[in-house]
Nanobody
C-alpha cells in the first residue's frame, strides 16, 4: 500500500499550486481520501476530504473557497488545487485514505497515510 503526495514547492502569496496524491496497492474505489497539513510547531490539521465516489467534498473553514479536492479513480490519483495561497498555508501536506468514509467524517480514522510534500508560501 502506498500513498505519495507530490507537487509542493515555493509560491508567492496569492499564487496557486496543485498537489497530487498517487495511490497504489489497494482499491481506491472503496476509500475516501483526506488531505492534511502540519506546520512547524503545530498540530496536524485536516484540510478536506472526498468520498470514494467523489461528490461534494468537505473542507475546513480555513481553506473553504480557496482549495478544491478532486479525484480520478481511473488514474488512482487525487488532487488538491490550492488557490489564493497565504503564508499561513505553509506546511507539509499529506494525503491519507479511509475505508468507506463519507464527508464530513472522512478525516477520521484514516487507514493509510502517505509521505508528505512541503508547501511554502512566502514572498
Amino acid at each position: 500500500v502506498q500513498l505519495q503526495a507530490s507537487g509542493g514547492g515555493l509560491v508567492q502569496p496569492g499564487g496557486s499550486l496543485r498537489l497530487s496524491c498517487a495511490a497504489s496497492g489497494f482499491d481506491l474505489d472503496y476509500y475516501a481520501i483526506g488531505w492534511f497539513r502540519q506546520a512547524p510547531g503545530k498540530e496536524r490539521e485536516g484540510v478536506g476530504c472526498i468520498s470514494s465516489r467523489g461528490g461534494n467534498p468537505y473542507y475546513a473553514n480555513s481553506v473553504k473557497g480557496r482549495f478544491t479536492i478532486s479525484r480520478d479513480n481511473a488514474k488512482n490519483t487525487l488532487y488538491l488545487q490550492m488557490n489564493n495561497l497565504k503564508p499561513e498555508d505553509t506546511a507539509v501536506y499529506y494525503c491519507a485514505a479511509a475505508y468507506g468514509r463519507r464527508p464530513p467524517f472522512c478525516l477520521d480514522s484514516m487507514d493509510y497515510w502517505g509521505k508528505g510534500t512541503q508547501v511554502t508560501v512566502s514572498s
